[in-house]
């Protein structure tokens, strides 16, 4: 079975500059993750896709950052325009429904962002 | 949300049994507890879930107390290749709920 499939891998862009960061989740899971991982800290929830309804984004700062999930399947989180400490980790998670208590979810490689 | 706290960092040898213990006081009734393991350059991977009393898997064992305010992580003979950091998460595991993950527990493994 197919992971989850993030890209870029790695991205460098000056501040101010705008960055999208691509996410493939497994195949058949409804609910769709977007982390945010700063260097020597755990993964922080900045949106939480059920199918291609939102069900929080109380995390995202809206002001710069967006994410979509046309279709209920790949999902795209953008940042416009990008600060200094928006470096960190992108972190793309899937989970089958997010309902029941084996609900496990599923994280990407994710997308190391380094803003200068 | 409840609240988890989990040392910082440990330390073990190859062979060894570790114990992670992880403190959420506040923990609801419809609450799980979820243990993620995480890779230097990865993203983190589940380990286990519990609810009540011991679970136990091929990965680890899980024990929670009756009051539920703590749980520990018990990885047997530890290897090199456990050195990781380990997240505690505590939540109802159902749609429409968040987990948060704390700061996590690295431990280090050394031969």
């Known amino acids: 079975e197919a992971g989850v499939a993030q890209s870029p891998r790695y991205k460098i862009i000056e501040k101010r500059q705008s960055v999208a960061f691509w996410c493939n989740p497994i195949s058949g899971h409804a609910t769709l993750y977007w982390y945010q991982q700063i260097l020597g800290q755990g993964p922080k929830l900045l949106i939480q896709?059920?199918?291609?309804?939102?069900?929080?984004d109380s995390q995202l700062p809206k002001d710069r950052f967006s994410a979509e999930r046309l279709k209920g399947v790949d999902s795209t989180l953008k940042i416009q325009p990008a600060k200094l400490e928006d470096s960190a980790v992108y972190l793309c998670?899937?989970?089958?429904?997010?309902?029941?208590?084996?609900?496990?979810?599923?994280f990407g490689p994710g997308t190391r962002l380094t803003v200068l | 949300l409840a609240k988890t706290t989990q040392p910082i960092s440990m330390d073990s040898y190859e062979g060894q049994e570790v114990n992670i213990t992880c403190s959420h006081n506040?923990?609801?009734?419809?609450?799980?507890i979820t243990w993620y393991q995480q890779f230097p350059s990865q993203g983190p991977r589940f380990i286990i879930q519990g609810y009540k009393t011991k679970v136990t898997n091929e990965v680890a064992s899980l024990f929670i107390p009756a009051d539920r305010k703590s749980s520990t992580l018990s990885l047997p003979r530890v290897s090199l290749s456990d050195t990781a950091v380990y997240y505690c998460?505590?939540?109802?595991?159902?749609?429409?709920?968040?987990?948060?993950f704390g700061g996590g527990t690295r431990l280090m493994v050394k031969p």
């Open positions: 896709f059920q199918n291609n309804g939102v069900v929080d």
């Open positions: 506040n923990i609801a009734t419809n609450d799980y």
């Open positions: 998670a899937s989970s089958i429904t997010g309902t029941g208590r084996t609900d496990t979810q599923y």
């Open positions: 998460l505590v939540g109802p595991n159902n749609a429409g709920n968040m987990l948060t």
